[in-house]
């Protein structure tokens, strides 16, 4: 057989080789490769790398589009025997001495009450309780890392309608956002931002000296519901010194829910209270006090902060949240996180006092929702 007669056939054969191989490829089903393998290893999304982004399809998460640790701190006064402890120490950030270096810069974003305007004098109407914040305490808040406060208490007009809008003023023009009134509840309640991608609305109000207006607050909470992917409610409310909420308080938390509030956060007892759920959504009822001066008994005393984590996932439309509560204990004014078996003594305490369901995840120190 001449040379060029066997390149042919070899070549023929080869051919049909290939078809055949094709045909058996379409019409036979042979086992796919798992789905994970057809996919890219890891994907970069906003405010992860590529390097330490959550792996894909190979058996861990998906990836989040956005996740926003954030913390709620209590009840703030700076006045009467605070500012007194402050300028004797002379100290601007006397009462934040025993928290950590960078406590709040640690989350992501820092949330507190702050109960009284900050302002520069003293005006009607004039009350047995009446605070004023100097100005000078808005750096110092800027300094320790916190973002927002909330003006909706019992105290934001104790220097009457000047007096807030004033404080309003000076902290928003330093940079904090601002939301809540002592007897508005429409837009002014609410303010909003973006946290890792995520729109965030808080909204604030107060039910401590006047009852909530439902058709005001319906309206800033769809308002909000337009603005964010998560709204958060930070509510003033109930009877001072008990470890429980009131009916009151438990049908207004109810019904903000019902309303579209993703999370309750409450204030205004001087004393911690328990959390709850309702329909899937966490209820801190009262986080006490963060700086004070009521130093007479121990319950006033011991305070309770809660690290808010809000997770969004890729492809869906609903965000995921988990609540970590962080008992502190205040000496003399000054917070301190609490540790150690004193950690896990407040935790238990907290426990008792808070829904059953959630008890075990509560004393674990971290409650899914």
């Given at each position: 057989?001449?040379?060029?007669?066997?390149?042919?056939?070899?070549?023929?054969?080869?051919?049909?080789?290939?078809?055949?191989?094709?045909?058996?490829?379409?019409?036979?089903?042979?086992?796919?490769?798992?789905?994970?393998?057809?996919?890219?290893?890891?994907?970069?999304?906003?405010?992860?790398?590529?390097?330490?982004?959550?792996?894909?399809?190979?058996?861990?998460?998906?990836?989040?589009?956005?996740?926003?640790?954030?913390?709620?701190?209590?009840?703030?006064?700076?006045?009467?025997?605070?500012?007194?402890?402050?300028?004797?120490?002379?100290?601007?950030?006397?009462?934040?001495?025993?928290?950590?270096?960078?406590?709040?810069?640690?989350?992501?974003?820092?949330?507190?009450?702050?109960?009284?305007?900050?302002?520069?004098?003293?005006?009607?109407?004039?009350?047995?309780?009446?605070?004023?914040?100097?100005?000078?305490?808005?750096?110092?808040?800027?300094?320790?890392?916190?973002?927002?406060?909330?003006?909706?208490?019992?105290?934001?007009?104790?220097?009457?309608?000047?007096?807030?809008?004033?404080?309003?003023?000076?902290?928003?023009?330093?940079?904090?956002?601002?939301?809540?009134?002592?007897?508005?509840?429409?837009?002014?309640?609410?303010?909003?931002?973006?946290?890792?991608?995520?729109?965030?609305?808080?909204?604030?109000?107060?039910?401590?000296?006047?009852?909530?207006?439902?058709?005001?607050?319906?309206?800033?909470?769809?308002?909000?519901?337009?603005?964010?992917?998560?709204?958060?409610?930070?509510?003033?409310?109930?009877?001072e010194y008990r470890s429980r909420p009131d009916a009151s308080s438990v049908q207004t938390a109810h019904w903000l829910?019902?309303?579209?509030?993703?999370?309750?956060i409450g204030g205004h007892p001087h004393w911690t209270q328990g959390i709850s759920s309702y329909k899937d959504k966490?209820?801190?009822?009262?986080?006490?006090?963060?700086?004070?001066?009521?130093?007479?008994?121990?319950?006033?005393?011991?305070?309770?902060?809660?690290?808010?984590?809000?997770?969004?996932?890729?492809?869906?439309?609903?965000?995921?949240?988990?609540?970590?509560?962080?008992?502190?204990?205040?000496?003399?004014?000054?917070?301190?996180?609490?540790?150690?078996?004193?950690?896990?003594?407040?935790?238990?305490?907290?426990?008792?006092?808070?829904?059953?369901?959630?008890?075990?995840?509560?004393?674990?120190?971290?409650?899914?929702?």
């Amino acid at each position: 057989m001449d040379g060029s007669l066997r390149a042919r056939r070899i070549s023929g054969s080869i051919c049909i080789g290939i078809a055949l191989g094709i045909l058996a490829w379409v019409f036979i089903p042979l086992p796919r490769p798992p789905a994970f393998l057809l996919v890219i290893d890891r994907i970069a999304l906003p405010g992860i790398s590529a390097s330490n982004g959550p792996m894909i399809g190979r058996g861990v998460k998906t990836p989040e589009i956005g996740s926003a640790r954030i913390v709620f701190a209590g009840d703030i006064m700076l006045d009467r025997l605070v500012a007194d402890r402050t300028r004797t120490a002379n100290d601007a950030s006397y009462a934040f001495r025993k928290l950590p270096d960078g406590w709040f810069e640690s989350f992501d974003y820092a949330v507190a009450n702050l109960e009284g305007p900050v302002t520069d004098m003293r005006r009607s109407p004039v009350k047995s309780v009446d605070f004023l914040f100097d100005p000078t305490v808005i750096p110092v808040l800027k300094a320790q890392g916190i973002d927002a406060v909330s003006q909706a208490n019992n105290h934001a007009l104790d220097q009457g309608t000047v007096g807030y809008n004033d404080s309003v003023r000076r902290l928003r023009e330093a940079g904090l956002l601002v939301f809540g009134h002592q007897v508005d509840d429409g837009p002014v309640a609410f303010a909003t931002t973006t946290i890792h991608e995520l729109r965030i609305a808080f909204l604030g109000f107060n039910t401590t000296d006047n009852a909530m207006n439902r058709e005001q607050a319906a309206s800033a909470i769809a308002l909000a519901k337009e603005e964010a992917d998560t709204v958060i409610a930070s509510v003033h409310w109930g009877n001072e010194y008990r470890s429980r909420p009131d009916a009151s308080s438990v049908q207004t938390a109810h019904w903000l829910i019902d309303q579209g509030v993703d999370v309750v956060i409450g204030g205004h007892p001087h004393w911690t209270q328990g959390i709850s759920s309702y329909k899937d959504k966490p209820i801190a009822w009262s986080l006490g006090n963060f700086i004070f001066d009521q130093d007479f008994s121990t319950q006033t005393r011991q305070g309770l902060a809660v690290a808010l984590t809000v997770s969004k996932p890729l492809a869906s439309d609903f965000s995921h949240l988990t609540l970590e509560p962080i008992p502190i204990h205040i000496d003399r004014s000054q917070p301190r996180i609490v540790e150690g078996e004193e950690r896990a003594k407040r935790l238990d305490e907290l426990a008792n006092i808070s829904d059953e369901s959630l008890r075990d995840q509560i004393r674990a120190g971290m409650i899914g929702f």
